[in-house]
């Protein structure tokens, strides 16, 4: 299906009109809860507008929340269909993905509109899953509630989250039995869409990669979910979207006005989640992707067709402006660019190579305004007080120059901190069989990966969430920077590898099971 978009434009709500095959209804209640969205995360998700028509294709509750709000103009984005088929089936699908598909859609109508289009129309372009469908046929006029399919999620208790402990269990569920704002950092290593068939690990029926018994509405972690509905087509890719949002939507409701969130993932589908993790974050939450080169080198010979793929990708986004960042230093300080080592270019000191500082204060600081030596203070005043000055004067980190009248700090290349970090990571390698820290599983992460992604982003006593736990490297990492951790795993097998790994280095494990928790059971 080809849809032609153009860029974001911001256009008068006067000129916006309803489309009169909508069959969104919303209510008060909702109009007042995107209202708060609104007026607490702004305006992040333009309305999709038909060109040359202005009729509103998807965003028309976000129309009705914004003139409540007082909006004079809104973000809007044209958009050219090929038919009015597809644009209908466009308007129904971003119906379904709603978060509040069951309490808004009215199925009845749709359900209406689907047997007007006739027998052979495509229900596939509307992108909604069998049970959807199902629940259309049977909620006509003055049906009962109790018709919906008991598939359908219902309302989850919430539980206390218990920190140095592995849930197993679908982290769907357990996800939405944890309470809002619960955690201050989540960094996920989901499966990838590789398209590729999963092995099965440890003879484990219920992880990702060896399942056979598996239900497409509850997104289980199965290797039947992975390989009959995500592994074959476009139409997978969709399956696995979907699989992956409702995960994130519930990541971002538990995590922390001040928290960040880490998405792992190779070129697959990193593009398309960035899409989807966007408009659940925010765009303007975004804030750097990170490029992780695996390896140096690779197997592909001079018949390669494409360039060898050997990095993975790292989205970063937090949940508001104000979160924890602490810089990361390179260690390879001895390695520095000619242009920094140059710069210390005084070598009469056994201490080693130095270059020559200021030691003006960077604001105006009036206690900080005193002769030194003899020397007037700078216009701002000194960078430290007369203590240390005197300090660093008897330790010889001073160089007064009288004819000048002026005072600088020796700043020496040895105790010079590498270069910062940036976005590119091509120094932490991947995790080979041989390695001290291999434990034997397949997509298992280097240690040093994640201690640098937490202590970046978090400190210490902070909880940390990893709902694809794996083998425990963000547990292990987490255990090592002395935070506290949560783990979420389906696969016993992973439950196991996570326990002996963690009490290995001296942590506590905790493992509960999701039957153990009846209160995450469906009312």
């Known amino acids: 299906m080809k849809v032609k978009s153009n860029s974001v434009e911001v256009i008068s709500v006067d000129l916006l009109k309803p489309h009169p095959q909508n069959m969104h209804n919303h209510s008060d209640e909702q109009i007042d809860r995107l209202c708060k969205l609104i007026e607490y995360q702004g305006f992040r998700i333009p309305l999709t507008v038909q060109k040359d028509t202005n009729l509103i294709v998807a965003g028309h509750g976000r129309l009705l929340a914004a003139k409540k709000l007082g909006a004079e103009k809104v973000p809007v984005i044209y958009q050219e269909f090929e038919s009015s088929e597809q644009l209908y089936a466009f308007m129904v699908s971003d119906n379904a993905i709603g978060k509040d598909t069951w309490a808004a859609l009215d199925f009845s109508q749709i359900n209406n509109d689907i047997t007007a289009l006739g027998p052979d129309f495509d229900i596939d372009m509307l992108g909604l899953k069998d049970f959807e469908i199902e629940v259309a046929d049977k ?122 969130f880490y998405l792992h993932l190779d070129h697959h589908a990193v593009h398309y989640m960035k899409v989807i993790c966007d408009e659940i974050f925010g765009y303007s939450n975004f804030r750097n992707e990170i490029v992780w080169q695996r390896k140096i080198g690779t197997n592909s010979t001079g018949k390669a067709k494409s360039w060898p793929n050997n990095s993975d990708y790292i989205l970063f986004y937090t949940k508001s402006s104000k979160y924890t960042f602490n810089a990361i230093y390179s260690d390879d300080s001895e390695n520095l660019p000619e242009s920094i080592t140059k710069m210390y270019r005084h070598d009469d000191d056994k201490k080693g190579l130095y270059r020559l500082g200021p030691l003006e204060a960077p604001s105006d600081s009036p206690t900080l305004k005193f002769k030194f030596k003899g020397i ?131 942590a506590k494990v905790n493992v509960v099971d999701e039957n153990e928790l009846p209160e995450i059971k469906q009312n």
């Open 376 to 506: 007037e203070s700078p216009r701002k005043g000194w960078r430290w007080k007369k203590e240390r000055m005197n300090e660093a004067f008897k330790d010889g980190l001073l160089v007064i120059n009288r004819e000048k009248k002026s005072i600088q700090q020796k700043m020496y290349l040895s105790k010079r901190k590498g270069m910062i970090v940036e976005s590119i990571w091509t120094d932490i390698r991947c995790v080979q069989g041989g390695s001290k820290e291999y434990v034997g599983w397949p997509t298992q992460k280097p240690l040093a990966l994640l201690e640098r992604i937490l202590s970046a982003s978090t400190n210490e006593g902070d909880i940390i969430l990893d709902c694809f736990a794996g083998c425990g490297t963000s547990m292990h990492a987490a255990h090592n920077l002395k935070r506290k951790w949560i783990g979420i795993d389906i696969s016993p097998t992973a439950i196991d590898v996570n326990s002996k790994r963690l009490e290995e280095i001296g």
């Open 139 to 260: 909620l006509k006029p003055g049906s009962d509630k109790d018709d919906i399919p008991s598939e359908v999620p219902q309302e989850f208790k919430k539980i206390k989250p218990q920190t140095d402990t592995i849930y197993r269990g679908d982290n769907l569920n357990i996800l939405r039995a944890l309470p809002d704002k619960c955690v201050d950092f989540i960094y996920i290593d989901p499966p990838f869409f590789t398209q590729r068939n999963y092995k099965n690990i440890g003879g484990d029926r219920e992880s990702v990669f060896d399942y056979e018994d598996n239900f497409f509405d509850g997104f289980q972690d199965t290797k039947d979910f992975f390989e009959q509905h995500i592994q074959s087509d476009a139409k997978g890719l969709k399956a696995y979207l979907e699989w992956m949002r409702t995960r994130v939507v519930e990541l971002h409701r538990i995590l922390k006005p001040t928290g960040s």
